[in-house]
């Protein structure tokens, strides 16, 4: 069982940074692999980055490549996500996720844990 717990939300305006953490409870964290997602009103959830257990294998979304940027410490149970140059549209609610193996990661319906997610919101 893992529990993830988001924060680092809140409102910056375009071109600012925000550092989202996910804090994940459970020992085996360091097993799994760990997914960001956002879901923008009215809007499906979609994939933003990926990072497999041990950080050597990472996988952004188009839209947040070369601005996000996706880390964990498996010492602190923990994983981040970096996003600087931010943009209007890069406002919604973002989702930290995990999953056992490195296989479609970029499809929501494979992960099995979720946080309650953290508003990010963006001004123009």
């Known amino acids: 069982q893992v529990q993830l717990v988001e924060s680092g939300g809140g409102l910056v305006q375009a071109g600012g940074s925000l550092r989202l953490s996910c804090a994940a409870s459970g020992r085996t964290f360091n097993t799994y692999v760990a997914g960001w997602f956002r879901q923008a009103p009215g809007k499906e959830r979609e994939f933003v980055a990926a990072i497999d257990r041990l950080g050597g294998n990472i996988f952004y979304a188009d839209s947040v490549k070369g601005r996000f940027t996706i880390t964990r410490d498996n010492a602190k149970n923990r994983v981040y996500l970096q996003m600087n140059s931010l943009k209007p549209e890069d406002t919604a609610v973002y989702y930290c996720?995990?999953?056992?193996?490195?296989?479609?990661?970029?499809?929501?319906?494979?992960?099995?844990?979720w946080g309650q997610g953290t508003q990010v919101t963006v001004s123009s």
């Open positions: 996720a995990s999953k056992p193996d490195w296989v479609a990661v970029r499809i929501s319906t494979q992960y099995i844990y």
